[in-house]
């Protein structure tokens, strides 16, 4: 069954880091743009990052500089590193699969995660 699994989301203040994984269970995992998006109550799922099977990066103007992403094939996952969190940053995390390109917009994607929530205190 092909499925994509998050973890590592929790509650930090202000300031705080946490590390996001996303392991698929895919053919061809290499091949695969993965992204993350984030959702917040009442607003629509904002992408956050992606990254390319090449390794090339792109991330949302909210977060360059403070997030950053990565993938290890081998293991087929994807790791989004969030540092200097903001109460903005908080919502529900979920990371999502399409072959070759990447694409800011949600619908361009069929495979995704259940998510993990993300909290940021003051």
């Known amino acids: 069954q092909v499925q994509l699994v998050e973890s590592g989301g929790g509650s930090v203040q202000t300031g705080g880091s946490l590390r996001l994984s996303c392991t698929a269970s895919?053919?061809?995992?290499?091949?695969?743009?993965i992204t993350w998006f984030r959702q917040i109550p009442d607003k629509e799922r904002e992408g956050v990052a992606f990254?390319?099977?090449?390794?090339?990066?792109d991330y949302s103007a909210s977060v360059k500089g403070r997030f950053t992403i990565s993938r290890d094939n081998a293991k087929k996952m994807v790791f989004l590193q969030m540092n200097s969190l903001k109460s903005g940053d908080a919502g529900t995390y979920s990371c999502a699969a399409r072959r070759y390109a990447c694409m800011w917009q949600p619908n361009a994607y069929g495979l995704w995660g259940q998510g993990t929530q993300v909290t940021v205190s003051s």
């Open positions: 990254i390319l099977p090449n390794g090339n990066t």
């Open positions: 895919v053919n061809d995992f290499s091949s695969f743009c």
